[in-house]
């Protein structure tokens, strides 16, 4: 997995980042504007200031548009 565009983290660390409503590994695509994807959740999780903010209050919906293009429930 690479970073998305803007977020400077190093590959392994990405390696390890884990949706922390289901536990499966974050896709970095960058959709609605916040670039990590836990498609069982149906959820995207936003960066501030460059840091990735993995908590489950802070998870937004998937856009019903991008859904299907993502594989998202």
């Known amino acids: 997995m690479s970073a998305p ?3 400077r983290l190093e ?3 990405l390696e390890l980042l884990r949706c922390p409503l ?3 590994p974050l896709s970095a695509v960058e959709v609605g504007g916040e ?3 836990a498609t069982a959740a149906g959820v995207r999780y ?3 200031d460059g840091v990735p903010v993995l908590l489950a209050d802070e998870a937004l919906d ?3 548009g991008a859904r299907g293009e993502l594989g998202a429930p």
């Open 5 to 7: 565009a803007g977020l």
């Open 11 to 13: 590959p392994w660390v």
């Open 22 to 24: 289901t536990g499966e």
């Open 35 to 37: 670039p990590f994807l």
């Open 46 to 48: 936003p960066v501030v």
């Open 62 to 64: 998937v856009p019903e």
